[in-house]
């Protein structure tokens, strides 16, 4: 077992006991607090040579999060708090091995041995609309905070949400400071393939629709600042063991454009389809556009083609997928899950990205404009997962997920060839 300095103790304790503290009838009653043990090892193994040199990465570290989440307090207008703190620590990972994204990399590139954070959203409610402004994870297609590592990404700004027709979840954000996942500050930038969030931030407006029927769906539009406009659409079937899902984005360039002129189009269809314990699911992607479809955020992607290493993203890239799931509680074994997957992309043409943009930068070592990516770009990813969640006893809801990651490239597509390996161990306490 892994100790805590008093002072993470002393944050934690503090943190978990808001609500004994709390002043308001409500602000109590529908209090939940958490603290999360996450237990993270990430190697990374480069069949080719990698952007930092380096051959292989890996590092081992325990985090902790400790999530707070009130009620409202009474009368017409409901008061509220949300509340995080993060304290990571690292167990194992030379200078040699760092830069895993687990652990923030110090001036000498070794990983820091600890760091941690914190945050908050006030909330406001009334009637079925809440608004909520602070430090706060986000969940929508064109702007989601990811939680792939040790630390979640969080970003600062205000988020409506608004339930006052039913079946109809109306939101709007504005977001203009960002903690990435490996940071404890929150003055940094979502990066995407060649857009970032330094210009201002990213505001958006959405509804999700009749999630709850059979048939629903989703629209969505986004600004990054000076950079694009981005639309999203998603029409969804799901009835007796069968998931249809398509997803359209549009982005167009707008402002000063400072990732470049952009004019891309980019879909996915999915079907998936259960019987008993087992579920085969098959996908399409099509990117249309001389720039990769770009995101920022972690998360903000939500094509069936995005999966844990690459994005299938290209410019002008075809990719399809085919999937297995098999819930070994049929055999005896519940909680017991095994995943396998196969993507392959292929079509890339990278090389007519417009010239002096993010996408096709001039270098001026050469003296000529690079592409991110050239033509006849193809790669596949082969991802496979086996995760066990304790169904009861003291240890229940203790998760153990081991996957092996393979992502194999040629140079004009320009993704790394890499074998990864995800060991996560998870241990949520309720209080």
């Known amino acids: 077992m892994i100790a805590f300095a008093p002072s993470r103790l002393t944050l934690l304790a503090l943190f978990c006991g808001l609500s004994e503290a709390a002043f308001a009838a409500g602000f109590v009653d529908d209090a939940k607090s958490e ?49 995080h703190a993060f304290s990571g620590l ?22 820091e041995s600890e760091y941690s954070s914190a945050g908050a959203a006030l909330k406001l409610k009334v009637s079925r609309t809440t608004l909520a402004f602070g430090e706060m994870t986000v969940e929508t297609p064109v702007f989601d905070t990811s939680d792939k590592r040790l630390q979640p990404e969080y970003a600062t700004g205000f988020l409506l949400n608004s339930r006052e027709i039913d079946q109809v979840n109306l939101l709007a954000g504005h977001f203009t400071a960002f903690k990435n996942q490996d940071s404890s500050s929150a003055k940094g930038d979502f990066f995407g393939y060649g ?38 659409a998603n029409l969804h079937f799901k009835q007796s063991g069968l998931l249809l899902d398509a997803n359209l984005y549009r982005t167009r360039d707008t402002g000063r ?39 920022v955020g972690g998360d903000s992607i939500y094509l ?51 010239r002096g943009g ?18 006849g770009g193809r790669h596949w990813e082969r991802d496979i997962d086996v995760k066990y969640v304790v169904q009861s006893g003291a240890a229940k ?12 490239a040629n140079t004009a ?19």
């Open 35 to 83: 603290v999360l043990l996450r237990n993270f090892y990430l190697s990374n193994d480069y069949r080719s040579p990698s952007p930092s040199g380096k051959n292989y990465k890996q590092e081992w570290a325990q985090g902790f999060i400790g999530t707070f989440a009130s009620g409202f307090t009474e009368g017409t207008v409901g008061l509220g708090l949300d509340a």
């Open 90 to 111: 690292k167990l194992d990972g030379g200078k040699g091995h760092s830069g895993t994204g687990l652990l923030p990399v110090d001036s000498s590139g070794r990983g």
């Open 195 to 232: 857009a970032n969030t330094e210009a201002g931030g990213i505001s958006f407006v959405g509804a999700d629709l009749f999630a709850d029927n059979p048939v629903g769906g989703a629209l969505y539009a986004s600004e990054l600042s000076e950079t694009w406009h981005q639309y999203y």
């Open 257 to 295: 454009a400072l990732a470049g002129a952009i004019d891309n189009t980019a879909f996915s269809l999915a079907g998936k389809y259960a019987l008993g314990p087992h579920a085969v699911l098959l996908g399409w992607q099509r990117i249309i556009g001389d720039t990769p479809f770009d995101f």
């Open 304 to 354: 069936a083609n995005s999966i844990k290493y690459a994005d299938f993203n290209g410019a002008n890239e075809r990719s399809w997928q085919a999937r297995y799931d098999l819930d070994l509680g049929a055999f005896g074994i519940p909680g017991l899950n095994f995943m396998t997957r196969y993507v392959a992309g292929s079509h890339i043409d990278g090389s007519h990205a417009p």
């Open 358 to 375: 993010a996408y096709n930068p001039f270098d001026a070592d050469s003296g000529r404009y690079q592409p991110q990516q050239g033509d």
């Open 397 to 408: 809801d203790l998760s153990v997920q081991l996957s092996h990651v393979s992502h194999r």
């Open 413 to 431: 597509q320009a993704g790394d060839d890499i074998d990864r390996i995800y060991v996560v161990i998870q241990y949520p306490l309720g209080f």
